[in-house]
């Protein structure tokens, strides 16, 4: 029996695999789960493992935070090791964070083959730890999954070699078959919020969180929006928050600081608000899903659809462009369909058993 081993270690990796390992199950083909502990506070790991009834990993590689070079480092030497004794047959990463492109690495240094979901995205700035990351593991995949056509176009542009497969977002056959946890539920009393009558905020790009005028300006934003901004924090942001000394910022009445949350509860919340600022490539697309006009809190996005479809604008942390763009009425009505129409797990589970049927060693 053929083995994949499937390499998670952040949020948006949790989300993205969660669809997959259960269209994967209608398939006669050892599974194991990898958690490599890029993430491992609860409200950025645990909670994702029990909302979305994720089996629990069958090694946690407790690599934790540090540098991006801390982090490739441990993930390589920790997960090696995992390889060198148990060899499957493919190694499926998702994204654009250490752990995906650390992971790409080791697979190929083993002598395994590599699958990438979320391939051929770009954001052309090699100076952005994402950036880095795809261009890592797309450099080492064998098979790529793509969401967009963008994407698609990207690779074959490059004559990536390996097999490449339109597949769409799994993220969005999450939230296809999940409108029973997003449809209107009541917004918690304590955050004060009239549905409609709200902004929903992330920011923890290194971007925004490594510089003090960027992560000000940001905020800044959230304090003079025209609704009540709700915030979730971010570990990274708190911790820039404090070094910078812009705690003050955090008390302003006009924005609303909570933890971290879980996927489904921050479903319900862009799907009630009235726009979105983020910086988070997955915030962008989730917003996109929901109708809900989306300002990029970054000099670029690799979701182009969004942007070309009207349906967001890339403002970074310019103040006066945020603060103009918010007074705008978008029309968002036009179909939300450029990431996949909810039967992206299935096509991807089918091509990774197209490979292995076929599949050959690849030369390191």
Known sequence: MKKVYFVVGARPQFIKAAPILVAMRQYPVAMKLIHTGQHYDYNLSDIFFDELEMPKPDYNLDCGSGTSTEQYLSVLSRLTQVLMHDRPDLIVVFGDTNSTGAAALSARFNGIAVAHVEAGLREFDKNIPEEINKLVADALADLYFCPSTTAVEQLEGCKADGRIIHSGDPVID?????SKYTDRPELPAEYGLTPGKYIFATCHRQSNT??????????RIFANAHLPVL????????????????????RDKNIKVIEPIGFWVTQALISQCE???????????????HGKYVLVLDNQTEWVEVIREGKGIVCGTDYKMAIDNLKNKPDTSSPNTALGDGTASIKIAKGIMEFLEGIHSPSV
């Not at 999450?174 to 999940?178: D, E, N, R, S």
């Not at 971010?234 to 910078?244: D, V």
């Open 231 to 250: 915030f979730p924090v971010h570990p990274r942001t708190m911790k820039a928050i404090h070094r910078f000394g812009l705690e003050h910022y955090l």
């Open 210 to 219: 490594n510089h003090q005028s960027a992560l000000e300006n940001v905020l």
């Open 275 to 289: 726009r979105v600022l983020t910086d988070s490539g997955g915030i962008i697309k989730e917003a996109y899903f």
């Open 174 to 178: 999450l939230l296809v078959t999940g």
